[in-house]
């Protein structure tokens, strides 16, 4: 199944039924009297979060959705059935939002939770409601009113406790191969992961959390450059952020300096959520070179780094700990 985060859809409400102009004529009734009925309430759209799905995929095909209109009343004082609801069923973790991609409608975390983004129309009077003391026999009766309508923009956002960042190459995909079952494309080359991907930690039979890994940023990704910034909100549900550098690049310090910058520019939060940086491929270092570039990233960091390698599963353990350990305070200090 391909992968798909992002999708525009058009939503139209049902329009409530047109109420009726009738009379009665019984034979034993003298006067009779009005008996138009009012029209039923159109379906409302609804969207929905349910377990099993995780993309967006059945909306790229699939984009205009419309509710049924209420059914028109009738004579004997009866209403017009309404219509049902049109539900659309969306991943867990699904942000709504209205056509400026700025306004959120819904946030669904929680399976089952629901939010009606296009409300119905409701049905018009039958003449038999405006029967008074004075208007005896009104001829009057309302059509429904029209049900609301809207293009709105569905996101995904994956529900994750950690997020791998870093520049291309990394290892974010070799690490989350050694840290979970999970088994992302892995080769020597720039973009081997083209979109998220998600690997479950299990520390014991007490303790895991959901790790999440994005593919590589790069210098200007906020205007675009590369894959851009597209799959940073994947990291936005994140606890904590294990920032991966490759540590037989020259420069650490400046490829985390460009990620920390591309952070920032996104916005999110995502700049002041915590960050765990760990020098990565440490197998492939010299001990002169590993000591020289842990000293450099902890000065310009001003915290500690880890030292790990996804190959070999050095110092792997040592960082699952520490990702659980910030996961839990965070969780602590949330509730």
Same mark, same amino acid.
């Given at each position: 199944?391909?992968? &798909?985060?992002?999708?525009?859809?058009?939503l139209?409400? !049902?329009?409530?039924?047109? #109420?009726?102009?009738?009379?009665?004529?019984?034979? =034993?009734?003298e006067f009779? !009297?009005?008996?138009?009925?009012?029209?039923?309430?159109?379906?409302?759209?609804i /969207?929905?979060?349910?377990? #099993?799905?995780?993309?967006?995929?059945? =909306?790229? =095909?699939?984009?205009?959705?419309?509710?049924?209109?209420?059914?028109?009343?009738?004579?004997?004082?009866?209403t017009?059935?309404?219509?049902? +609801?049109?539900?659309?069923?969306?991943? %867990?973790?699904?942000v709504v939002?209205?056509? +400026?991609?700025?306004?959120?409608?819904?946030?669904?975390?929680?399976?089952?939770q629901?939010?009606?983004?296009c409300?119905?129309? +409701?049905?018009?009077?039958?003449?038999?409601? =405006?029967k008074t @003391?004075?208007?005896?026999?009104?001829?009057?009766?309302?059509?429904? *009113?029209?049900?609301?309508?809207? *293009?709105? *923009?569905?996101?995904?956002?994956l529900?994750?406790?950690?997020?791998l960042?870093?520049?291309?190459?990394?290892?974010?995909?070799?690490?989350?191969?050694?840290? @979970?079952?999970?088994r992302?494309?892995?080769?020597?080359?720039?973009?081997?992961?083209?979109? $998220?991907?998600?690997? %479950?930690?299990?520390?014991?039979a007490?303790?895991?959390?959901?790790?999440?890994?994005?593919?590589?940023?790069i210098?200007?990704?906020?205007?675009?450059?590369?894959?851009?910034?597209?799959?940073?909100?994947? %990291?936005?549900?994140?606890?904590?952020l294990?920032?991966?550098?490759?540590?037989?690049?020259?420069? $650490?310090? #400046?490829a *985390?300096?460009? /990620?920390?910058?591309?952070?920032?520019?996104y916005?999110?939060g &995502?700049?002041?959520?915590?960050?765990?940086?760990?020098?990565?491929?440490?197998?492939?270092?010299?001990?002169?070179?590993?000591? @020289?570039?842990?000293?450099?990233?902890?000065?310009?960091?001003?915290?500690?780094?880890?030292?790990? @390698?996804?190959?070999?599963?050095?110092?792997?353990?040592?960082?699952?700990r520490?990702l659980?350990?910030?996961?839990?305070?965070?969780?602590?200090?949330?509730?």
């Open positions: 199944m391909k992968f &798909l985060d992002e999708a525009k859809v058009y139209k409400a !049902g329009d409530g039924g047109n #109420g009726v102009v009738a009379f009665r004529r019984e034979k =034993y009734i009779g !009297g009005p008996d138009g009925g009012n029209g039923g309430r159109g379906g409302d759209v /969207v929905e979060a349910v377990d #099993g799905l995780n993309t967006l995929i059945d =909306y790229r =095909y699939s984009q205009h959705f419309r509710a049924r209109k209420g059914d028109n009343g009738a004579g004997s004082d009866r017009g059935a309404g219509s049902e +609801d049109v539900v659309l069923k969306v991943p %867990v973790g699904t939002l209205d056509e +400026d991609k700025e306004t959120v409608l819904a946030d669904l975390t929680e399976v089952g629901r939010a009606t983004l409300t119905g129309g +409701d049905g018009g009077r039958g003449n038999a409601h =405006y @003391s004075t208007n005896r026999a009104p001829r009057r009766a309302d059509p429904g *009113w029209p049900g609301e309508e809207r *293009w709105v *923009w569905l996101r995904l956002k529900i994750a406790d950690a997020g960042l870093g520049l291309p190459n990394a290892g974010k995909s070799t690490f989350l191969a050694a840290a @979970s079952a999970a992302p494309k892995i080769a020597d080359y720039p973009f081997t992961t083209l979109h $998220p991907q998600l690997g %479950v930690v299990r520390l014991n007490s303790e895991e959390f959901v790790l999440a890994d994005i593919p590589g940023l210098e200007g990704a906020a205007e675009g450059a590369g894959l851009g910034t597209r799959f940073l909100g994947h %990291v936005e549900r994140c606890a904590v294990l920032h991966l550098i490759d540590g037989t690049q020259a420069d $650490p310090v #400046g *985390w300096r460009t /990620v920390r910058a591309e952070l920032e520019e916005g999110g &995502l700049i002041d959520k915590p960050e765990i940086v760990a020098l990565n491929k440490t197998d492939a270092m010299t001990p002169q070179a590993r000591a @020289s570039r842990v000293k450099a990233l902890e000065r310009a960091t001003g915290n500690p780094v880890m030292l790990i @390698s996804g190959a070999t599963g050095d110092g792997v353990p040592a960082a699952l520490r659980a350990d910030v996961i839990a305070e965070q969780r602590e200090t949330a509730a």
